[in-house]
């Protein structure tokens, strides 16, 4: 039976948010695309820190865009959940 891959809740917090400032900023009629730059750096290295398998990686931001824009809820439960279905386990932890 394969290992469940542990992700910390507070990269998921760290992730969420900065894929909003990305949007955001994308969504300006002038972009800084110098910030917008560094936020993709940032999440690349917290993803490295996760794991360093590229569809995985791209499998967890998938699930983080996906779950940030849940009506229903206004909690990170949408993102843990669709990480849970993925087979991934959200641990606390900084």
């Known amino acids: 039976m394969k290992a469940q891959m542990k992700i910390k809740m507070s990269y998921i917090v760290k992730l ?3 894929y909003i400032e990305i949007f955001s900023e994308e969504d300006c009629d002038y972009p ?5 730059a560094m ?3 940032s999440v690349e ?4 820190k996760i794991t360093d398998n590229q ?3 791209k499998e967890i931001y998938d ?3 996906q779950g940030s ?3 229903t809820d206004g909690s990170y439960k949408p993102i843990c959940d ?13």
């Open 16 to 18: 969420q948010r900065w």
């Open 32 to 36: 800084n695309y110098r910030r917008i």
């Open 39 to 41: 936020l993709n750096r």
């Open 45 to 48: 290295r917290v993803l490295n």
């Open 55 to 57: 569809k995985r990686q």
């Open 63 to 65: 699930a983080i865009q």
């Open 69 to 71: 824009w849940d009506g």
């Open 82 to 94: 669709k990480l849970r279905r993925l087979g991934y386990e959200i641990v606390q932890g900084e």
